[in-house]
């Protein structure tokens, strides 16, 4: 079967693209605030690697729809939120006005979706 037939693979596979994509990044701009600074790459290299885990572990254990939407929250607020802290030290300007903002909102009702998925019950 195709995996055009089974949509929450697709899912699955995405996030574990994510998971691996954001620990990559994670790692090489903990290298460029060791070399190059940047009052806000670590922070940025941070939340990489902190979520990272989070998209690995969701598209591993093929997770319900919930957890697949929270995590979707989670990265979307996680582009958002380090866009704009990098636009910020390498291109000298916001991504774009309240994308920082928007983005930690994002991560706080991604996190809030993940803890309230424990309280529906998932269906086949």
Avoid: Y
């Avoid at 998971?19 to 990559?24: P, Q």
């Avoid at 690697?49 to 598209?59: K, S, T, Y």
């Avoid at 989670?74 to 704009?84: H, P, Q, S, T």
């Amino acid at each position: 079967m195709s995996l055009a037939e089974h949509p929450a693979k697709t899912g699955s596979r995405i996030l574990v693209l994510a998971g691996g994509l954001c620990g990559a990044a994670g790692v090489a701009l903990s290298a460029a605030a060791a070399h190059l600074g940047g009052a806000f790459v670590g922070t940025a290299a941070s939340f990489l690697l902190m979520h990272a885990p989070v998209f690995l572990a969701v598209g591993l254990i093929g997770a319900g729809r919930p957890l697949r939407i929270a995590s979707l929250l989670l990265l979307v607020g996680l582009v958002l939120f380090c866009g704009d802290l990098l636009a910020r030290d390498f291109l000298g300007s916001r991504l774009f006005p309240m994308s920082a903002p928007i983005g930690g909102t994002l991560l706080i009702a991604g996190w809030l979706a993940m803890a309230g998925s424990a309280l529906i019950q998932n269906r086949p």
